[in-house]
């Protein structure tokens, strides 16, 4: 079982920068891949980012290259998203996910509550 609670969301201005962080329960959060996923109002939830249980490797959705960076820290259970040179497009609600190093949300068997992104023009 594993619990996730994600941080850091807010109101930021275009161009502007915010970092999510995910927290995680459990001792074998090493062994899951952590996913983030946004969902905009009346959209479907989308892929943003993976990162592999040793965070060797770490996929992104191609609106985002560049501009995002996922990381992990196992030691502390927490994984991050620094998001730069945002854009009023990426306000979403995000979501952090434990599962498989995979793009689709039906691989994460836990999920967090989500927090919100907000970027104005």
């Known amino acids: 079982q594993v619990q996730l609670i994600e941080s850091g969301g807010g109101l930021v201005q275009a161009g502007g920068s915010l970092r999510l962080s995910c927290a995680a329960s459990g001792r074998t959060f090493g062994n899951y891949a952590i996913g983030w996923f946004r969902q905009a109002p009346g959209k479907e939830r989308d892929f943003v980012a993976a990162?592999?249980?040793?965070?060797?490797?770490?996929s992104y959705t191609d609106s985002v290259k560049g501009r995002f960076t996922m990381s992990r820290d196992n030691a502390k259970n927490t994984v991050y998203l620094q998001m730069n040179s945002l854009k009023p497009e990426d306000t979403a609600v995000y979501y952090c996910?434990?599962?498989?190093?995979?793009?689709?949300?039906?691989?994460?068997?836990?999920w967090g509550q989500g927090t919100q992104v907000t970027v104005s023009s």
């Open positions: 990162i592999s249980g040793s965070g060797r490797s770490i």
């Open positions: 996910a434990a599962g498989r190093y995979v793009r689709y949300e039906s691989a994460y068997d836990y």
